[in-house]
């Protein structure tokens, strides 16, 4: 939006993707703006945006982005930056590792929870490191694990007459 483009209104399909991201947000113990305006600057494809450019996209004040962005950049998942000699603040997603730092911000590594999503994440990396191997195992015995199965139905089924 900022780099050169008119701030324009958002289509239809972000909107709704804002909206029901931002509900999750909400749901998840997120103030309801700072959720809409997280949710707008993950999904948008502008590198960064003034907070005017957030209020044109969201159809809301400038005063609902000043507090947003504010809660937003408090909690670390915005920055806000301004260049040399500008009067306006843009504000920018880290895309490096956004949702490392939701993890931090809101869990930390420590406390249960903290803990419970570390062993969720190694679980997932786990998951997709073996899932392969997996894979190429079932493919390469699926024929003998088929046959073994009928032919253990088979005497189960002849057993029962």
Same mark, same amino acid.
């Given at each position: 939006?900022?780099?050169?483009?008119?701030?324009?209104?958002?289509?239809d399909?972000?909107?709704?993707?804002?909206?029901?991201?931002?509900?999750?947000?909400?749901?998840?113990?997120?103030?309801?703006m700072?959720?809409?305006?997280?949710?707008?600057?993950?999904?948008?494809?502008?590198?960064?945006?003034?907070?005017?450019?957030?209020?044109? @996209?969201?159809?809301?004040?400038?005063?609902?982005?000043?507090?947003?962005?504010?809660?937003?950049?408090?909690? @670390?998942?915005?920055?806000?930056?301004?260049?040399? @000699?500008?009067?306006?603040?843009?504000?920018?997603?880290?895309?490096?590792?956004?949702?490392?730092?939701?993890f931090?911000?809101?869990?930390?590594?420590?406390?249960? @929870?903290?803990?419970?999503?570390?062993?969720?994440?190694?679980?997932?990396?786990?998951?997709?490191?073996?899932?392969?191997?997996?894979i190429?195992?079932?493919?390469?015995?699926?024929?003998?694990?088929?046959?073994?199965?009928?032919?253990?139905?088979?005497?189960?089924?002849?057993?029962?007459?």
């Open positions: 939006m900022s780099d050169g483009d008119a701030a324009k209104p958002a289509d399909a972000l909107l709704w993707f804002v909206e029901r991201f931002a509900l999750v947000l909400s749901e998840s113990g997120m103030e309801r700072p959720s809409r305006v997280f949710a707008y600057v993950l999904a948008e494809d502008a590198d960064r945006y003034t907070a005017s450019e957030l209020a044109e @996209g969201l159809g809301v004040s400038r005063a609902a982005i000043s507090t947003a962005t504010r809660t937003l950049v408090q909690a @670390g998942l915005l920055a806000r930056e301004r260049e040399p @000699g500008a009067r306006v603040d843009h504000y920018r997603v880290y895309d490096d590792d956004v949702w490392a730092a939701i931090v911000e809101a869990f930390g590594p420590n406390g249960k @929870g903290g803990r419970r999503l570390l062993q969720t994440l190694a679980y997932f990396e786990f998951m997709a490191e073996e899932m392969p191997k997996m190429a195992d079932w493919h390469r015995r699926k024929d003998e694990l088929v046959e073994e199965l009928a032919i253990r139905y088979e005497h189960e089924t002849a057993s029962d007459d």
